[in-house]
């Protein structure tokens, strides 16, 4: 079992920066992938950034929505995962959750689909003002 707690959200105004975190328990850390999702008012769950080992490399991934604004990265020395984001719109506004996936994300999954994650943060509201 893998616990997650979001933290770090907050209102902010259009452009600002925020740095969101997840601190992963209850499963040696190591390089089990993680993955960051939001899900606004409304609308369905939606993919915003994941990352995972595949032969030693580290492979990233955003949606075209955050790429190049959001960064994905963590710390292994604190068992926490963060997503800094950066030129914060309103659109960006929405619950973030941080997730693992199914088998720690060792064997072959889609880090881009919700389904694929069996543990879940209960989550962080960013609102963003403009």
């Known amino acids: 079992q893998v616990q997650l707690v979001e933290s770090g959200g907050g209102l902010v105004q259009a452009g600002d920066s925020l740095r969101l975190s997840c601190a992963a328990s209850g499963r040696t850390f190591g390089n089990y992938a993680m993955g960051w999702f939001r899900q606004a008012p409304g609308k369905e769950r939606e993919f915003v950034a994941a990352?995972?080992?595949?032969?030693?490399?580290?492979?990233?991934y955003y949606a075209g929505s955050v790429k190049g604004r959001f960064t994905i990265s963590r710390d292994n020395t604190k068992n926490t995962v963060y997503l800094q984001m950066i030129s914060l719109k309103p659109e960006d506004t929405a619950v973030y959750y941080c997730?693992?996936?199914?088998?720690?994300?060792?064997?072959?999954?889609?880090?881009?689909?919700?389904?694929?994650?069996?543990?879940w943060g209960q989550g962080t509201q960013v609102t963003v003002s403009s």
């Open positions: 990352m995972r080992w595949r032969g030693g490399i580290i492979y990233y």
């Open positions: 997730a693992v996936p199914r088998g720690l994300g060792y064997s072959d999954y889609d880090p881009q689909e919700a389904g694929e994650y069996d543990y």
